[in-house]
């Protein structure tokens, strides 16, 4: 019988912490931020015949919302937005609570497999358009940027930051000893630049001293459906010393010719080609668009 009284008496003790947990108030601390990420790059891609349909400048901001630090989503804002040359004019629409699968105090990367159009002005969503397969990545330390999403089915829109760096250990761009590439592509002229950092060339066993810096500027830039092709011929490239190496000094010498190279927005990677002083330089490396190497659960927005 004591038995049977102790366990009624531990039920009864537990229900009543459970009651008392229930009733305290619990106001969850939910914490906004906005990232407006203008300028960048938004290659439209027509899926049907694999070929580029459009390609244009456009605004997207982002929406990050974290609820007691461990449930973040996103949204984001598109404006002005063409799917297709042909369209008449360009649309505004937002994408909601959007799951994020891996974040950090800087860096988060969300997907959806489908998500509502919405009309901002409004907030009524529009079913003419289904959005599908969103992958986004954002990186506020060093201003990194990447969505892509499909249109209907018919349009995979590829959006990333004008500027591109290839991977580092940690992401850590402040004092990297590796060799490491950054592009800056202007599609208004569609002429990039490619940065080389730490590089050392060797040409008939003899090696020069390790560059911090150098830069071959004037590419062509050609759209590709999976990102862009670069090429270019008989550039003179630059050379940057100083304390910040932002001191450019034209290196004649050293004439670049034969450059051709890839980035490919959907696999994450680069490839980079070019002769001069009678060498070669052949390099092929990941590129830092939406990668994540250190997922955590710790959030500080």
Known sequence: MKKFLFSLALVATVFTFISCKDDEPY?????????????LISSTITIADNSVNYIESANYTFRITSVDNKKVTVGVLANGV?????????????????????????????SATSVRYFDPATGEENTRYKLTNVNGYIDKKNGVYSLSYTVN?????????????????????SAPTQTYYTYKIDIATMKAEVFLHNVQF????????????????????????????????NIVPFNYSGANLDQATPM????VTNYSGKINIRKSNHTIHFNSMGGMWDDADALYLWQVTKPSSDLQL
């Not at 106001?27 to 300028?39: F, K, L, R, S």
């Not at 004649?252 to 004439?255: L, Y």
């Open 202 to 233: 060797t040409v008939g066993g003899a090696s020069s001293p390790v560059l911090k810096k150098i830069s071959i500027p004037d590419l062509d830039v050609t759209p590709t459906a999976e990102g862009f092709e670069l090429s270019g011929d």
């Open 153 to 173: 089915d018919t349009w995979r829109v590829q959006v990333t930051s004008p500027t591109m760096r290839s991977y580092v250990a940690d992401n850590d761009y």
């Open 27 to 39: 106001d969850p601390v939910i914490t906004h931020e906005e990232i407006n990420a203008t300028g």
């Open 82 to 110: 063409k799917f297709d040359s042909h369209m008449p004019y360009a649309v505004t629409f937002a994408m909601e609570g959007i799951g994020t699968t891996n974040f950090d105090s800087n860096t988060i990367s969300f």
């Open 252 to 255: 004649p010498p050293m004439v």
